[in-house]
């Protein structure tokens, strides 16, 4: 099986895990994955941010994130 076919395999695939990250002014962001070792390794980066001002890339304003969880989705 060449490179290009797995790949294509492994983004049909469901995923299975979300991690959420949660800011002080109530606004949420998802990423999902398909294991769960994905998600942890996502969340230690998101973890990183908390109680720090940052950037919103949508609205321009400053928010602070406050909280980062990782669960399996239903």
Known sequence: MDIRAR???LAAQP????????????ATKTHDTHNQAG???FAIGERRKV???L?????GET???VDVTV???Q
């Open 51 to 53: 109680g720090r001002e």
């Open 39 to 41: 998600a942890e390794n």
């Open 63 to 65: 928010v602070s994130v």
């Open 71 to 73: 669960a399996r989705i």
């Open 7 to 9: 790949l294509e395999q």
């Open 15 to 26: 995923r299975e895990w979300r991690v959420t990250t949660h800011y002080a002014n109530g």
């Open 55 to 59: 950037i919103s890339r949508e609205t």
